[in-house]
């Protein structure tokens, strides 16, 4: 995983807009984001610790890439670029391929983490975020879930700024001591 401040350059948003500054994982830790390797994608209970010590319930596995979603793909990797928050968390295990996922800072800025295979993030409920493959258009990764599967995008609005889990989210964050980094 590698983690630094979206450079905000006008392009596709596949590339890389590394802005060069990077992020520590101190800071991620703050925003509430959790991040580990589970190198051994080979074995899916790799992830069964953590799987269970955040009571995990169900798992599936999604393959974003024009292969298998045909002529959806474009319009899906646009929707999932969405800025949007979610009332669980969202837990990705990166069986193959890469991606990113961006994420608001305090500051309303957005850090972008490279995910490749072996990588796990898991992202808070109630944080704004979006997710896009990278330019080879390929990413595997497995779900968890702590009750039946779904995913659930509320994207950014007057709306979700007012829902409940922004504002525990928020409140987690704050009190967390999220540090400038930048």
Not at 90 to 110: H, K, P
């Amino acid at each position: 995983m590698k983690a630094y401040w979206y450079d905000n350059e006008p392009g596709d948003q596949r590339l890389p807009h590394d802005s060069g500054r990077l992020v520590e994982p101190s800071y991620l830790s703050s925003l509430g984001v959790l991040y580990r390797s589970f190198p051994n994608v080979g074995d899916p209970s790799s992830v069964d610790d953590l799987a269970r010590e955040r009571d995990y319930k169900n798992r599936d596995t999604i393959c974003v890439s024009p292969a298998t979603m045909g002529e959806a793909y474009e319009s899906k990797v646009k929707m999932f670029f969405n800025e949007h928050l979610h009332e669980d968390e969202e837990i990705r295990y990166i069986l193959d391929g890469a991606g990113y996922f961006d994420v608001r800072s305090e500051g309303d800025e957005w850090v972008r983490l490279r995910l490749e295979k072996g990588d796990l993030i898991v992202l808070p409920s109630g944080i704004y975020h979006r997710f896009t493959s990278d330019e080879q258009n390929y990413t595997k990764a497995m779900r968890l879930f702590k009750d039946e599967p779904k995913w659930t995008p509320l994207n950014r609005g007057t709306d979700t700024d007012d829902n409940q889990y922004r504002k525990d989210y928020l409140k987690m964050r704050d009190s967390s001591g999220a540090i400038a980094a930048h």
